[in-house]
């Protein structure tokens, strides 16, 4: 049994695919796991469900969603998924490796271990693995404020996982894949400062300097028109050396220019992730 948050809810089994019912059912269920503790008082999934606007008998429809999802959760046998209340909160335990989500985060403590002691080409594989529990965009298709700070809380860990990964691409050598790797990334985030930066470097690496001051100077328009702003110091200065020809331009990432979090997503919501 695998719960799937990375992507659109679902639950799959040996058999196929379950729904996980209404969308703010599974609400209900990603409040839960992804709560400090897998533990919410009632009050705080009614808010988290319906934001500022829960219908009549709030309390009664949250009791109603756990217990559909109790039946749900339940029907593969030897895994179980419990679900209890007590005293106004509701409790949840299951196995990590019963949601994607975990079992991203678990890959991502495995492979930052093995490039901390030097096992680069190890790291990156586990990077790989982590990022292939994804399916989609975090909590697809959910409705809700806090749906929306909490997915973007989990992307930005996608994020930061594909960033880590190029950097161990680029150090091993593997321009080529790394290229491959950031061209998708590029498109997909046109204000991340770090992919354009990764993909700068790449394309230097590569003798592609004429690609490289394109994704500059594409970045720079994005920013200017987009956020009245400039591109970082790290990006501009990239861009000056690969002016000037410097067989040095693009310095190896092993320890790459920090980025201002607040500039890697300034489009985002950048609310602290929302504990139970």
């Known amino acids: 049994m695998l719960i799937r948050l990375l992507g659109r809810p679902e639950m799959i089994m040996e058999d196929g695919r379950l729904d996980l019912g209404t969308p703010r059912q599974q ?22 469900i319906w934001d ?19 039946r749900i959760l339940n029907r593969e046998p030897g895994e179980p998924v419990r679900i209890g209340y007590r005293h106004g909160t509701y409790t949840l335990s299951c196995s990590a490796e019963a949601v994607d989500l975990y079992r991203f985060r678990t890959g991502l403590r495995l492979a930052r271990a ?7 080409a190890v790291a990156l594989d586990l990077y790989g693995d982590a990022l292939g529990q994804w399916h989609g ?37 593997e321009v080529e894949g790394a290229t491959t790797e950031l061209q998708p990334l ?7 400062e770090q992919f354009a930066l990764q993909l700068m470097s790449a394309l230097h690496w590569s003798g592609r300097d004429a690609q490289a001051l394109e994704v500059y100077h594409a970045l720079s328009r994005r920013l200017r028109d ?4 400039e591109p970082s110091t790290s990006v501009q200065s990239l ?28 489009h985002r919501n950048r609310e602290r992730f929302p504990g139970a």
């Open 114 to 120: 093995a490039a901390a002691r030097g096992e680069h």
């Open 226 to 229: 987009q956020l009245g702003v």
């Open 186 to 192: 590029v498109h997909d985030n046109p204000l991340d």
């Open 137 to 173: 965009p975090a909590l697809a298709g959910l409705p809700g404020r806090w749906t929306s700070t909490a997915a973007a809380q989990v992307e930005r860990e996608r994020r930061d996982a594909h960033a880590a990964r190029v950097n161990l691409l680029l150090g091993l050598g």
């Open 27 to 48: 609400v209900a269920l990603a409040v839960l796991l992804l709560a400090d503790g897998m533990t919410a008082p009632v009050d705080a999934l009614v808010d988290r």
């Open 239 to 266: 861009h000056l050396r690969l002016l000037k020809a410097q067989p040095a331009a693009a310095v190896r990432l092993a320890n790459p220019p920090a980025i201002d979090p607040a500039r890697r997503w300034p």
């Open 52 to 70: 500022e606007a829960p219908p009549n008998r709030c309390r009664n429809i949250v009791a109603t969603y756990l217990s559909r999802l109790r």
